[in-house]
């Protein structure tokens, strides 16, 4: 197992620490309910330092990106990120990641820890066109700043102002006393804040800065499994539960990264799928009586029979109801229709709802 530049300081604080994607990566400090709370309601930091950063740049960079992503990248200016997934040649997704547009012909593509050879193999394959591709996931760690007082927290510690970067856009920029650090608003929580990508070397003095500068604010470091209730609560998809390399962007409801406007990987093939009409969807849904539903649980009709099966499951801290997301065929699929969820031999009630689950 690989470490985070930060592993040390996760383990003098007490965390509890478990292999995740490859890294010993701190799950919980002080217990998931409490620190899906800080974030709701106050400021909490997440090092995910495990996630894959690739730069791509040159005359073709652009090109590469629209030949291997779904969402379409011309669109994005300076100081732009943009959500995309890879599409495989079978209808599934390699992965989801986040395009940002650094200069003109350079890019960084920010993809998940699990996948980083996979998507880094699977790109390469596709560059025929000679773009400078690097693999600078090891060299960079990642913070993720999370909570309606992020911004007031954080302030202080640079010349940017934060209130100004908008959701999906970054500036580079001094923060916490180190320069050229990438300062970006695509949080996967739903309460605002934003992530700090800087050099490894660097990232204990950023790390100590934020919890001197957002003492005041109640600042805590939050775990892995809090952020999978947050992002949930979001209904916002994880790779390898809700989407995978036989999920197709178009039943995971990602329609709208998937732009038909110009040739991409299996492009034809997703464009049929459109036109005739998929199978099943993903759906939210919420427990209407006490339970959890969990990932690979069955879902079942009201006769019992098979519809489809649970991505992702829990016991929403914010809400305390369970909730999930899962794929079903679409005759069952719309807004309050009533699904069961199989738990342990008892069909228990569920109903299908609109996203996100959380309302602020």
């Not at 974030?39 to 997440?46: A, E, K, L, T």
Request: net charge negative; hydrophobic share 40%.
């Amino acid at each position: 197992m690989k470490n985070t530049a930060l592993t040390h300081i996760h383990e003098g604080l007490g965390a509890k620490i478990l292999p995740f994607a490859g890294y010993n990566m701190p799950i919980t400090y002080e217990g998931v309910n409490a620190e899906h709370e800080t974030v709701r309601n106050g400021v909490g930091v997440f090092d995910v330092s495990h996630m894959g950063e690739f730069l791509l740049t040159g005359p073709n960079a652009l090109a590469l990106i629209q030949k291997v992503t779904s969402n379409d990248a011309s669109t994005l200016t300076i100081g732009r990120a943009q959500y995309s997934c890879l599409p495989n040649n079978e209808g599934g997704i390699v992965d989801d990641l986040i395009i940002y547009k650094m200069k003109e012909e350079q890019y960084l593509l920010v993809v998940n820890a699990s996948n980083i050879d996979k998507d880094w193999n699977w790109i390469s394959s596709h560059n025929d066109l000679g773009v400078d591709m690097k693999n600078i996931s090891e060299d960079y760690s990642l913070l993720a700043i999370q909570g309606p007082k992020a911004v007031e927290a954080m302030q202080s510690l640079t010349s940017v102002d934060l209130s100004a970067i908008t959701y999906y856009h970054f500036e580079v920029g001094d923060f916490a006393g180190i320069e050229h650090v990438i300062i970006s608003a695509t949080g996967y929580t739903g309460s605002g804040g934003f992530e700090i990508y800087c050099k490894n070397s660097e990232v204990e003095q950023i790390w100590n800065k934020v919890f001197e500068a957002g003492a005041s604010y109640g600042i805590k470091p939050i775990g892995l499994a809090a952020r999978d209730t947050l992002r949930l609560e979001m209904g916002f998809c994880l790779y390898g539960n809700d989407i995978n390399d036989t999920t197709s962007p178009l039943e995971a409801g990602l329609g709208w990264i998937t732009k038909f406007t110009k040739d991409f990987t299996n492009s034809e093939a997703l464009k049929k799928q459109k036109e005739a009409g998929v199978t099943r969807k993903l759906v939210a849904f919420e427990m209407q009586e006490r339970a959890v539903p969990r990932h690979d649980y069955e879902i079942v009709d009201a006769s019992g029979e098979v519809i489809g099966i649970v991505t992702s499951g829990t016991m929403s801290p914010s809400m305390n109801k369970g909730i999930g997301l899962g794929y079903v065929t679409v005759a069952n699929s719309a807004i309050d229709s009533d699904i069961f969820i199989r738990i342990r031999k008892n069909d228990v009630a569920a109903k299908v709802v609109k996203l996100p689950f959380y309302k602020k």
